[in-house]
């Protein structure tokens, strides 16, 4: 045994996971706690062990960075879910349902339905790479959407400030069923016999890669089946190996929570957080909501993207929005919404690092066109300049 292999038993932190770290007992442990509001200064309240914030109270906050501070270890160390009342404008998100709605139309107009990961085929409605369509659909929606200043501090909060947002759209019908508890990308979606492979380190770095989101396009009661969720779940380490164990099945079914929402409340939460959409259990309610997966710029992204016919399609909304004297924070949150945020990978050869550790992202070109004003026709030309410079 390596002195390192022996310094991370002793820390009980063992190179690769096995069935001691597995047991129900030991997720129970991690699970069953009570969140304590005391601990998180900026809540409001706690509902179901999970953490409530206003965002109109956030807004006003004094200090930012102290305010995600507490947002980390809320995600980390805390219950590993958050809810936003407020977060959205509910007319902005009625805009942008209508768009949603008609993107639906035009997939079945299409013969192009699009499939979910529960219910029959069919039984409810998805739009894949729904950022995308809609920067494509309608950039002024997009714009105003992504603008969202809410969002962006909880998303710096997790990932930094050049993080890539994806997002798929959920519309579930009435009778539409729940899901299988489970964890999130990225191993989240590795094939359950791969799992025990991944080094313990890479369970423990899995989550800090993506935060997970949903924005409500509607009202929620219960009964219409919003996501359940198991507080305090994302601290079990063993959690993306055992979350298909019968066991850990029954026991989130006994032990999950269900929040109300209304139309405009955000949840965000770790990835590792066990969690699933619930029934639809109403007459009449078509359960929308936004999913947002919001990446890490230093990993991988579960859409690809063609970032560059978002940027020119907003890029004339940014210059009115810019115009018309909205807060350079809240131009800036579309920009990092639409434009890719990271410099690599690229050809070095030609793009190269001058007078810096890297070149000039997407979002670095965007920012510069707004601050010099250029016209949609002179950023289409440095945006074209730039993918060739990037291309081998």
Not at 134 to 161: I, K, M, R, S, T
Request: aromatic fraction near 8%; charge should be negative; hydrophobic fraction near 45%.
């Amino acid at each position: 045994m390596t002195p390192l292999h022996a310094e991370l038993l002793h820390a009980g932190q063992a190179p690769w996971l096995g069935e001691s770290d597995l047991s129900l007992d030991a997720f129970r442990a991690q699970v069953e706690r009570d969140t304590a509001l005391a601990d998180y200064p900026h809540a409001e309240e706690v509902r179901g062990n999970v953490l409530v914030y206003s965002a109109q109270a956030m807004a006003g906050a004094g200090n930012r960075r102290a305010l995600q501070a507490e947002l980390i270890r809320a995600l980390s160390d805390g219950p590993g879910v958050v809810v936003f009342t407020g977060a959205f404008d509910p007319a902005i998100v009625d805009r942008a349902s209508a768009a949603f709605f008609a993107i639906i139309e035009a997939q079945r107009s299409a013969g192009l339905a699009a499939g979910d990961h529960f219910g029959a085929p069919g039984a409810n409605d998805r739009i894949w790479n729904a950022a995308q369509k809609l920067a494509l659909h309608d950039p002024q929606v997009f714009a105003e959407y992504y603008a969202n200043d809410a969002l962006a501090l909880v998303c710096q909060a997790w990932l930094g400030p050049r993080y890539q947002v994806t997002s798929q759209v959920n519309v579930v019908n009435p009778g539409g069923t729940a899901q299988v508890p489970h964890r999130d990308y990225h191993l989240g979606f590795v094939p359950e016999d791969h799992l025990a492979a991944y080094p313990a380190h890479i369970h423990r770095t899995s989550p800090a890669l993506t935060l997970q989101g949903a924005v409500a396009h509607c009202d929620m009661p219960v009964d219409s089946g919003p996501t359940m969720l198991l507080p305090h779940s994302q601290r079990f380490a063993g959690g993306y190996i055992a979350f298909n164990r019968p066991e850990f099945i029954d026991y989130f079914a006994a032990n999950h929570v269900q929040l109300p929402l209304c139309k405009g409340d955000a949840v965000f939460f770790n990835p590792a957080l066990y969690h699933g959409a619930g029934t639809n259990f109403s007459a009449d309610i078509r359960r929308i909501a936004n999913l947002m997966q919001i990446s890490s710029p230093f990993g991988r992204a579960m859409e690809a993207m063609d970032r560059t016919a978002m940027v020119r399609a907003v890029y004339p909304v940014l210059r009115a929005m810019r115009a018309a004297g909205r807060p350079a924070r809240d131009v800036e949150n579309v920009v990092i919404a639409t434009a890719e945020g990271y410099a690599f990978p690229t050809n070095l050869d030609s793009d190269q690092p001058i007078g810096s550790l890297a070149p000039p992202s997407q979002v670095d070109t965007v920012l510069q066109a707004l601050a010099d004003d250029l016209t949609p026709q002179d950023l289409d030309l440095a945006l074209g300049e730039q993918n060739e410079r990037r291309t081998p």
